[in-house]
């Protein structure tokens, strides 16, 4: 029994290993949300030939099934663990297989080729963690620095010693973002520059945040504590916390949605995320474009006037009157100097709140984090 095996089980159940032959070195694992992408994921690994060279590992959502034609280890979360909880217990499983190469591939990123694959799982054996480059559909090239981790990452098994697992604090999104932050930081990852992987880009921006707000309040919730972590290792995040508090509460005052300042006031109650109702929207979205695109704050400025935006690739239309709207805009802004200080005081609690928690998880202390997490996650 691997001594990951009790934290292991205190996250996931029905493991089944459906390997033949011998155990190759490589492991690509996989999260399963649903089964709608699988077809896409399971035509790109044929077309690169991975199934040839690596196992895999998928965990599923409970009440997931599907039947399998990889050489494949499946489990089931014991309890929604949200993506973060899933991607740090699939690398606890993959690690306590032993592979000496993991790589997390998320079912809807397209990498462009084998040849991207081969060099980054090269780098990976040689004992550092590599990423490709990633753009949406929409772009016709890769930015030079954007690069997300669970997209199509490769991690050598001495990575998790070092530098941890992926952390399942932030519960929904951000665990990419600081795992990312914190390889860099350690210098231990290569963004690989000749390759690139092809993932949508999607809820980037205020407007996309605010209308699917029970998908992206949740990310905006797991992000605030991303920045948490990473002020461990770079003081910088103290102030992008307080910074991003203000943007969000600005915006949540501009378009009256409490919901978004309880979850800034206290992002490790996952309550508040859990339980999003459907506050009414002052806005429409009419038409999304290209949604790798950032809304901005001049974008406020012509919905007034107007009653209608391009933001972002966005085309929003305001369905409040114009004066009240004005209201809303001027409150915001006089509210600013509250929520800057309620920024302050809230990253003086959160971070108590953070520290408690096991930071970062190695494989050492994997099963007291795994508990505390499991004890988040119960009401």
Known sequence: MSPLTPAIDCLLEGISDQRSGAQKQMVIFSPIGGLSQLPLFLSQVKRLGLDKDADFIFICRQGLKFAGELPAVHA???MPLGSSGCF????????SLGYNVVVV??????????????ACAKIAAE???AVPLSKSPQESHALPNYAVVNQWG??????????GFEIPYTHKGAEDFEFRQRLLHARKLVLFQNGFVTHEKSGMGIYPKFANRKKYFPYVAGLMKAYL???SYSPSFYLRYVAWHCYYAFFADVFAQRQLLRLLANPFDLRVSSNLGDEPTIFTLQKQGNAGTLSTMFSLVPLMLFKKATA???EVGLSISRPKFAFLLTRATMLLPIRFAQGIFTLAAQKAKASKLIF????QNAQAAAEDYASLLRP
């Open 76 to 78: 089931y979360e014991r």
């Open 88 to 95: 740090f217990a699939g690398q606890m499983l993959a690690y």
């Open 105 to 118: 591939a998320d079912l809807d990123a397209m990498l462009d080729s084998r040849e991207t694959f081969d």
């Open 127 to 129: 004992g550092k963690a």
């Open 154 to 163: 490769f991690f050598h098994r001495s990575i998790f010693e070092s530098a």
């Open 229 to 231: 972590f990473c002020s």
């Open 312 to 314: 972002g690739g966005n």
């Open 360 to 363: 970062p998880i190695t494989p």
